[in-house]
């Protein structure tokens, strides 16, 4: 019972001989009677009369009256009188009806008196405290929220479920079902007809009633009003109740008579214009074939591209109700939400099509979806078999597909196909990727990424699905082109728009787009943002494409961490995906990170031919820099690692060849001398610092910090080793600080790689300290932890000799003892 009919009983409790005026409104079953029945035992508990109708009252009788919805004018116009008698106690309880004027008249006047008690569905928490002292104990989460959905909260269904708890959910909702079609079959027919037409959608008013029910509208809005004050159809109730007074409805009304009744609604809202996308699935799911159905439901779809999960549950329906033909909406819509494998069965029956624009979607969903699963090759085909299209998004996809393998002639015939259609936004921005594309192969990087960039320069909306998104082409532009800041913005913003609660569903993009942030993240030096690019259940949830990268991206962060059995893990787990997957350019960063990894593991042989491979590609597309710097860079990085002078040497010599036509290249080129010479002893400090930061200026702050901090350690003067290691931290603390999304961090990449020293069993050490006491339980030298702090090995020295005096240890063992213990009490769980 609702709060305010508790103080409603208690009022009169108090003082049952005064004079009260109360009314009480609700819906069938929400405890109407249950607060007369309470108010009439104070009364006559009182010594007092109680009369269940107006009359003759006599001395100091009550009127209680229930159910005065049910009473005639007459009736209702002596009640009204009666409540205007300052002696006379008025109780009355009522369906709230708004369109019934008598009626209106009484509760006017009753609501003058006293405010109204007004009872509805109970809320959860009024649901949960009900089960619990039904149940002698509060029920779980999942208990409240099943009664709440099998009862809308009604109390007369509540108490039925309530009774069925022990035979577990099914009962609980069978027994909600029962006693709901016990109360439903005693209402008239032309009730049931309106409520069976208002619980399809509480939109529906007396209008669409009288167009589906041929009613006078006078007619209409009477029933709708008793429709509405019932409140078995009130829009508060939960979606999952509104169906089930529905189902009850349509059981007691017939299967032919739902029939007709529908057919009848779908006829007015189409001849009105009115029908919506939420109607028309209630109607299809309910196993209704029409034609015009169909139709509505195939239109409706195909104006719903920007929520992909929609439409796709739209042309699903269509089908459901009597679509025949495939259709490449529907194929677009199951790709976005990520169903690629359904949607590559569309795509493939749509091949066939006798329609050249069916095929050509077909072409492009088909070729989207094997570029996402790692299959680039197959699309390349696809678009070979298609041949020249006028359709510029098309087009667009055949540019991606045919960059991706290395095909330039391709990719140049599908930048020059002439576009049928209008010059619309779509048109410009599909256009805008074809020639972009084109100009990465020899144009300056900036001429290029400017007309890349022109794809994303408004936002025309996720159409249909494309190999790759502009978004993503720019990013993976600006990454191989050393231009940071553009590929934090773009990236950045796109993930952002993807997180829109409209975009929550189109599932094809995100996690690409994720990833992508992920890795200028890795660049920068940004470990921990960059880990939480990775769904929190790895791998399985990601095609072949973003597994690819997920693998590659925890193995570069594994390396960065210097933890080699995380590394060893996620490699194996990226060969295994690279081994499953075609060539491709645009998966050179991935690629030249699991190279350097296989270099440290002295595994290089079982990548060299994927190397080999996308070296081929490049070839083929005349060795473009922007797209071939990366991976030469990363072969340096490899033959550094393999301690192989010969094999570091092609790649310097490419990079020094491009330095006279890139910035980034002269970047790369000097960074690879001056790494070489200091490994080699011999450590310049100007030099380095000039090719520190020049990597930094270019996105690698990560490796420009490794390198001074390779610089401090290979340097015999202490001098020069303070000056590297201080350019170190300052180039470490010029990066800008990384937006990591909110929610929990997913689980680091390793068991390895311990989790931080926790303040509560490590107050009394400074930040420094625990930086090291961490490093230091990794059974790092302190070389290694001067390097990875930019600090020298003589001060980890003394910070060490700082925690075993501030924890009062007396030996080293004991002090780890202590810091492991720490590790692993409670405490620090939490705090990890």
């Known amino acids: 019972m609702l709060p305010a009919a508790r103080d409603a009983i208690a009022a009169v409790d ?11 409104t609700g819906g069938i079953g929400t405890g109407k009677s249950t607060v007369l029945t309470a108010v009439r035992t104070a009364l006559r508990s009182a010594g007092r009369q109680v009369l269940a109708r107006p009359g003759a009252t006599g001395g100091d009788a009550a009127v209680v009256v229930d159910d005065a919805d049910l009473l005639d004018a007459a009736s209702l116009g002596r009640l009204t009188e009666l409540v205007a008698d300052p002696a006379a106690t008025v109780v009355v309880a009522t369906q709230p009806l708004a369109h019934h004027l008598p009626l209106r008249t009484l509760m006017t006047e009753l609501e003058r008196e006293h405010p109204p008690v007004t009872l509805g569905p109970l809320p959860p928490n009024d649901v949960a405290e009900a089960a619990a002292a039904r149940l002698g104990g509060p029920p779980g989460s999942d208990l409240t929220r099943l009664l709440v959905a099998a009862t809308g909260g009604l109390p ?20 909600a079902a029962v006693k709901l079609a016990e109360r439903l079959a005693r209402l008239d027919d032309g009730l049931l007809d309106t409520l069976l037409v208002v619980s399809l959608g509480t939109g529906l008013g007396p209008d669409d009633v009288a167009a589906a029910l041929r009613l006078a509208p006078d007619a209409a809005l009477a029933t709708v009003d008793r429709a509405r004050a019932c409140a078995l159809v009130d829009p508060v109730h939960p979606p999952v109740f509104l169906r089930s007074v529905h189902d009850g409805i349509a059981q007691i009304v017939g299967a032919a008579r739902h029939h007709d009744i529908e057919v009848a609604l779908l006829g007015s809202q189409l001849e009105l214009g009115t029908l919506t996308a939420d109607l028309a699935l209630r109607i299809a799911e309910h196993g209704l074939r029409d034609d015009r159905l169909a139709a509505a439901l195939t239109e409706l779809a195909a104006r719903s591209h920007d929520r992909p999960a929609h439409a796709a549950r739209l042309y699903r329906a269509a089908a459901g ?17 990520g169903d690629c494998a359904t949607a590559g069965r569309v795509a493939d029956e749509l091949l066939t099509s006798p329609e050249p624009a069916e095929r050509a979607a077909a072409v492009r969903i088909a070729a989207s979806i094997a570029a996402h699963d790692g299959a680039t090759a197959q699309g390349a085909d696809l678009f070979r078999w298609l041949g020249p299209t006028s359709d510029a998004t098309v087009s667009a996809a055949a540019s991606i597909v045919a960059l991706g393998v290395g095909d330039a002639a391709a990719l140049r015939a599908a930048a020059d196909a002439e576009s049928a259609g209008p010059p619309t936004s779509a048109a410009r921005s599909a256009r805008s990727i074809a020639e972009g594309l084109v100009m990465t192969l020899a144009d300056p990087y900036h001429a290029a990424v400017a007309r890349l960039g022109q794809a994303i320069s408004v936002d025309t909306g996720q159409r249909g699905v494309l190999p790759d998104t502009p978004a993503a082409l720019v990013t993976l532009a600006a990454l191989h082109g050393g231009d940071p800041v553009r590929a934090r913005s773009v990236i950045g913003r796109a993930v952002h728009a993807d997180a829109r609660p409209d975009r929550a569903d189109a599932i094809f993009v995100t996690h690409r787009h994720r990833l992508l942030q992920g890795w200028a993240h890795l660049q920068d030096g940004q470990l921990a943002a960059a880990a939480t690019a990775v769904p929190a259940d790895g791998y399985s949830a990601l095609h072949r494409r973003d597994a690819l990268w997920a693998a590659a991206l925890h193995t570069g962060i594994a390396r960065r961490n210097g933890d080699s059995g995380a590394m060893q893990k996620h490699w194996h787990a990226a060969m295994d995906v690279l081994a499953e997957s075609s060539a491709e350019v645009f998966a ?16 290089v042989d079982q990548v060299r031919h994927a190397v080999d491979e996308v070296f081929g590609l490049l070839a083929t597309l005349g060795d473009p820099l922007l797209w071939s710097l990366p991976l030469h860079w990363a072969g340096v990085h490899a033959g550094i690692l393999a301690n192989a002078p010969d094999a570091v040497a092609p790649h310097g010599q490419a990079l020094t060849s491009a330095a006279a036509h890139s910035p980034f290249a002269k970047a790369l080129a000097t960074a690879g001398r001056t790494w070489l010479r200091v490994l080699a002893g011999q450590v310049d400090a100007a030099e380095v610092a000039v090719a520190a930061r020049g990597l930094a200026g270019f996105g690698h702050t990560w490796d420009a910090t490794r390198l001074a901090g390779q610089a401090a350690l290979q ?12 350019l170190a931290r300052d180039l470490k603390q010029a990066t800008a600080p990384a ?12 068991a390895a790689a311990r989790g931080p020293v926790p303040r509560q069993a490590s107050a009394q050490l400074s930040d420094r300290e625990r930086e090291v006491a961490e490093l230091l339980l990794q059974g790092m030298p302190y070389r290694e932890i001067g390097a990875a702090l930019f600090i020298s090995a003589k001060t980890v020295e003394h910070h060490v000799a700082r925690i075993r005096r501030r ?26």
């Open 739 to 750: 937006d990591v999304p909110a929610g929990p961090e997913p689980a680091p990449p390793t």
């Open 321 to 337: 109700a009597g679509a025949t033909a495939s259709n490449a909406g529907l194929a677009d819509a199951l790709a976005l939400t």
């Open 807 to 832: 924890l009062g240890a007396e030996s080293r063992s004991e002090m780890l003892s202590m810091l492991r213990a720490a590790m692993d009490s409670p405490d620090s769980t939490a705090t990890r």
């Open 14 to 24: 108090a003082d049952p001989r005064a004079a009260t005026k109360l009314l009480v």
């Open 715 to 726: 340097t015999s003067q202490p001098r020069v080793s303070q000056a590297m290691l201080q």
């Open 588 to 603: 050179v960063l991935p690629l030249g990170e699991l190279w350097i990894a296989a270099a440290r593991m002295r595994q």
């Open 156 to 175: 007369f269904l509540l108490t039925a479920a309530l009774d069925a708890v022990d035979g577990g959910a099914p009962a609980v909702r069978q027994a």
